[in-house]
């Protein structure tokens, strides 16, 4: 049971019942009283409490939320970038998270288009305040490309559309990433996370980035997705399909699964409030300064099978409230999967190694193995273009639908392919199909002046880090060209491999 201390005061500087709780203690009962009693810990609860804003400054809003935060009991926070929005705010944003919060507070955080200042130090921050947490681990490029998990929840951070920060790139195989970090079966809820929403996911004016493969990623995975950037809060209802927003039902009790999820936008952590200038049906909450806004968060209670959220603002509003179930509960599932003809059995289909086979989306670009799981079951795993290649390419394919026709034990495989099975000779219809005799082989892009050193990785993936051009001639010359798109389909292990030259 999660214990949580609520403080009402008047304060000249925050509203009724937000003053900071740790201002009101004295430095014995500071000791006293440790972080996990103020807060509540993910050890200690039934479940993990999260709150998620974005869009904060270092004003007297993002102190008020904070505060909130502190007050409604929260074991984690998510913030969804755009921190300080100024030069030399980074140290005094850490320092009202340590006000607040704690030092040891656990907080995930990823890069906005604000960071453009200070987000080396932004990102040094973030990462000193995770390796403090017990329980809280992250692996990859923290804030930009990351997976992280703590208590019964993993979050999925990327970065599309963030053109402003150096050294960030808006397209950088994010898709690929979110699929291979929620590969396989989870019993943790899943959340996805990038800043910039695609302009018909937000209520404001703003244009992020165009393309849906991020949204269609965590949609797979049935992993809720958690955006920022526009200064409002609004939440879709659930959606079978993001790019045509296909609702499949506007009831406020939501099923994630696997080909179901949501959408929101909690831009509301203390900048100013945004007029709303989009809309649409497949919206079941828009909260913003045409309904009289104020700053606030959205907080999610994670049971084992079942959450319970809803959106406060500093004023006591609670504009919106919804609850959610994870899949493999005993929730039926609502929704249904178009007709098709029956799947083929194992012994049906043609496979490369004889114990399953592979099927190819044909409503997007992607490949599943399938095969029978642990329990005799048909499931599936997604995998990369080299590996179907290796496993005799596809021999079945169809759409969402019919994938869940054929296995419908989603995720429930390992991934089929390692060092001596995948090959590299599975780069996109558009790329040279040449292959290389040796280990690895060089690759040309033919979008810009660039090499590339293709071999697997530590891990069994086919993985590709840059050459110069010495390098390439010493290995051997080109042996595969295309773009950027089909180095990602033929390597999607960026830069996770060492140069073969120095």
């Known amino acids: 049971m999660q214990a949580a201390l609520f403080v009402t005061t008047k304060d000249s500087a925050l509203p009724a019942s937000t003053k900071p709780l740790s201002r009101l203690l004295t430095p014995a009962i500071k000791l006293t009283l440790s972080a996990s009693l103020l807060f509540g810990t993910a050890a200690q609860a039934a479940s993990l409490k999260v709150a998620f804003i974005g869009d904060q400054g270092v004003g007297e809003h993002a102190e008020s939320v904070l505060s909130l935060i502190a007050n409604e009991g929260t074991n984690l926070l998510l913030i969804g970038g755009d921190l300080g929005y100024k030069e030399n705010t980074a140290t005094t ?41 017990s329980g809280l681990s992250c692996s990859g490029n923290t804030g930009v490309k990351a997976k992280c998990s703590y208590g019964n929840v993993e979050v999925v951070q990327v970065a599309p559309g963030i053109n402003e920060v150096a050294g960030i790139s808006a397209d950088d195989g994010y898709a690929d990433f979110i699929r291979s970090s929620f590969s396989g079966n989870s019993d943790r809820w899943r959340i996805c996370s990038w800043h910039k929403p695609h302009r018909m996911m937000q209520t404001g004016s703003k244009n992020g980035p165009s393309q849906w493969d991020t949204y269609d990623a965590c949609l797979d995975a049935g992993a809720m997705i958690a955006l920022a950037h526009e200064h409002a809060y609004s939440r879709t209802h659930l ?43 497949y919206f079941a909450s828009i909260y913003t300064a045409d309904q009289g806004a104020k700053a606030g968060a959205l907080f999610c209670d994670f049971g084992d099978k079942t959450a319970s ?3 406060k603002a500093i004023n006591g509003a609670v504009p919106d409230q919804f609850t959610l179930t994870r899949s493999g509960s005993s929730t039926p599932v609502t929704g249904t999967v178009a007709e098709s003809s029956p799947p083929p059995t194992i012994s049906d289909v043609p496979s490369g190694n004889g114990d399953g086979y592979v099927f190819s989306r044909s409503d997007k670009t992607e490949y599943r193995w399938i095969a029978r799981n642990a329990n005799g079951e048909m499931g599936s795993t997604w995998i990369d273009q080299a590996c179907a290649a290796s496993l005799g390419g596809s021999t079945a394919s169809g759409d969402w639908g019919d994938l869940m026709r054929h296995a419908p034990a989603f995720d429930t495989l390992e991934y089929p392919c390692n060092s001596s099975t995948a090959s590299a000779s599975s780069s996109s219809s558009s790329a040279s199909t040449t292959s290389s005799s040796s280990d690895g082989f060089v690759f040309s892009r033919t979008d810009k002046t660039e090499y590339r050193w293709i071999d697997h990785n530590a891990s069994g993936q086919l993985g590709s880090v840059w050459i110069d051009r010495s390098c390439a001639d010493s290995m051997g010359g080109v042996r595969q060209t295309g773009d950027w798109k089909d180095l990602m389909n033929l390597a999607p292990g960026f830069d996770t491999i060492a140069s073969p030259c120095y």
């Open 93 to 133: 944003w850490e320092s009202h998270l340590n006000t607040y919060l704690g030092s040891d507070f656990p907080v995930l955080t990823l890069v906005g288009n604000h960071e453009n200042f200070e987000w080396p130090l932004y990102q040094r921050l973030i990462q000193k305040r995770i390796d403090r947490v």
């Open 309 to 311: 959220c809803y959106f």
């Open 239 to 281: 959606l079978s399909d993001f790019s045509t927003q296909k609702v499949v039902h506007t009831g406020s009790d939501m099923a994630l699964q696997p080909g179901q999820s949501f959408a929101f936008v909690s831009g509301l952590g203390g900048r100013e409030v945004r007029s709303q200038s989009r809309g649409g049906d």
